[in-house]
Each structure stands twice: as C-alpha cells, then as structure tokens.
C-alpha cells in the first residue's frame, strides 16, 4: 500500500467485547478532519487487512485521518452486531476526538458493499440517538435491500464476480430471519423516513447485483431532501473501487470520493 504519515492499530470498547481499528493519519497538523470506514465482505469476510490500500488512499488524497474498523463478522456474531459495533466504533472516535487530534464537527462514515450498508445504518442510528453529528456519508456500492429479485440483480445474476447466489448466502448468514432483514439497520432502504441524514455520495457499478438498490437508495435520499451526488461507474463491477492499482475508472471514483470528502470537510454543499 501507497505511505501514508502514521498508522497505529488499537482496541476500543464495543457491545460484544473490544473492537479493533486502524488510524490512518495524513501529512500535516491537526486537528484532521476524519472517516470512519467499514470494509465490504458481505458482513462474513473482509477485514482491516483485505481494505488497507484503500484506506491509504482515502487517508491522502482527501486529507483526512481514516479509522478503519474491523466489526464483528457473521454467522458467530449475526444481526445487529456488525451494526451496533460499527455505530459504537464511530461515538468512540466522536467522544474521543480531540485525544486523536480530530475535528468532531468534521466526522463522515463510509464503506463498500456491507460495509456501505453499515455506513448508511449508522448515519440513521446517529440521527435517531442524537448523534454523534455526521458530516457525510460515502456508500460505495452498498447494500440497502434484502430484495433479490431487482433488474440489476436478474441481468448480473452471474459472471460479473458477485453472484446472486453469493449475496443470498450472505444474507443468510447475517440475517437468517427475514423479518429482521426489513429493519432498517439491515435494509435502510425500507427505513421509515432518510430525512435529516448526512449529505452523500452514493457510487454504482453498471455490471453489479446491487446497482440497482444502491441507485433507489440515493433517489430516496434526495426525495428526503437529503444533498446527494450518484455516481454510477460504466462497464464496472462490483469490488471495482479496490482495485486501483489495475483499473483507471477505480483511481477516478476514488479520486471522486476523496473530493465529496474535502469538499463536505469545508462545510460545501455536496
């Protein structure tokens, strides 16, 4: 992965026990604006390690301190526990901003694939508990529905590296009772009302099982008054956004969400 000026692993206090994180800190003085970022892995694999590069990434090229976050991981830990750690991650890194030289005021979470999902579910569990303020959301190919059965999931069902088979497997490891998966921790596209949530970033790929989800998702958004920017990526599929170091439109949307960031940062509408 490209250098960054610091990183330091360490331990903060969750629901289930110690969750561990990654501090990326950027050239320069604080305090840094940050990202509180959640990995992709269909809440059952991915970790801090299989995300390091682009975190690196985001951490330089948007001038911000990125504290990845390693949540608990299903079927041992199922719903709600990559939520609620992903949540208790974030308050943690609110509570202790000035220790970690960060700008409270100045806090976005984001993630790829579930863990754009968890991005998403923590933006609303913020806004319903009374914070911590989030500054902006990047959800990157997320997961917002349970629902299979979207046009984008019919025309990439298969061949496009994530499979329908695939997601149903992994909703059925995280979320086994369909009744939990219409909650809006696990499917935030069926939360009651997006009002007053952060500005966004929403990023699609064309050739992606949830292109379409993630799409309805920015589109309810913006219905809520929500300040949001879709970007949908052409010829792309999912898992794109790492993979930087052999696809050119992968360095653009990364270079797109570390913009969104800066310019959410200043306090610029999205």
């Given at each position: 992965?490209?250098?960054?000026?610091?990183?330091?692993?360490r331990?903060?206090?969750?629901?289930?026990?110690?969750?561990?994180?990654?501090?990326?800190?950027?050239?320069?003085g604080?305090?840094?604006?940050a990202l509180v970022?959640?990995?992709?892995?269909?809440?059952v694999?991915?970790?801090?390690?299989?995300?390091?590069?682009?975190?690196?990434?985001?951490?330089?090229?948007?001038?911000c301190?990125?504290?990845?976050v390693?949540?608990?991981?299903?079927?041992?830990?199922?719903?709600?526990?990559?939520?609620?750690?992903?949540f208790?991650?974030?308050?943690?890194?609110?509570?202790?901003?000035?220790?970690?030289?960060?700008?409270?005021?100045?806090?976005a979470?984001?993630?790829?694939?579930?863990?754009?999902?968890l991005?998403?579910?923590?933006?609303?569990?913020?806004?319903d508990?009374?914070?911590?303020?989030i500054?902006?959301?990047?959800l990157?190919y997320?997961?917002?529905d349970?629902?299979?059965?979207?046009?984008?999931?019919?025309?990439?069902?298969?061949?496009?590296?994530l499979?329908k088979?695939?997601?149903?497997?992994?909703?059925?490891?995280?979320?086994?009772?369909e009744?939990?998966?219409r909650?809006?921790?696990?499917?935030p596209l069926r939360?009651?009302s997006?009002?007053?949530?952060?500005?966004?970033?929403?990023?699609?790929?064309?050739f992606?099982?949830l292109?379409?989800?993630?799409?309805?998702?920015a589109?309810?958004?913006?219905?809520?008054?929500?300040?949001?920017?879709?970007?949908?990526?052409?010829g792309?599929?999912?898992?794109?956004?790492?993979m930087?170091?052999a696809?050119?439109?992968?360095?653009?949307?990364?270079d797109?969400?570390?913009?969104?960031l800066?310019?959410?940062?200043a306090g610029?509408?999205?």
């Open positions: 992965g490209e250098p960054v000026a610091k990183v330091e692993d331990t903060v206090p969750g629901p289930g026990g110690d969750i561990p994180i990654r501090i990326y800190t950027p050239e320069g604080g305090p840094f604006p970022f959640f990995h992709g892995g269909g809440w694999l991915g970790n801090i390690s299989s995300h390091d590069n682009t975190c690196r990434m985001l951490t330089n090229r948007a001038g301190k990125v504290i990845s390693d949540y608990r991981l299903a079927p041992e830990h199922r719903f709600p526990a990559a939520a609620d750690d992903s208790a991650a974030t308050a943690w890194v609110a509570a202790h901003a000035a220790e970690l030289e960060i700008d409270p005021s100045r806090i979470v984001g993630g790829d694939s579930a863990g754009g999902n991005a998403a579910v923590v933006a609303i569990m913020a806004r508990q009374g914070g911590p303020r500054a902006h959301q990047l990157i997320p997961v917002t349970f629902d299979l059965t979207t046009r984008s999931y019919l025309e990439n069902a298969e061949g496009y590296l499979t088979e695939w997601m149903d497997w992994f909703w059925g490891h995280y979320v086994p009772d009744a939990d998966r909650h809006p921790h696990a499917s939360a009651e997006l009002r007053g949530l952060p500005p966004a970033l929403v990023i699609t790929a064309e992606d099982p292109r379409d989800e993630g799409e309805a998702y589109a309810r958004l913006k219905d809520a008054g929500v300040s949001v920017n879709l970007s949908r990526y052409d792309m599929i999912h898992g794109f956004f790492g930087a170091a696809v050119d439109k992968a360095q653009q949307a990364i797109e969400a570390s913009s969104a800066r310019t959410a940062f610029q509408p999205v």
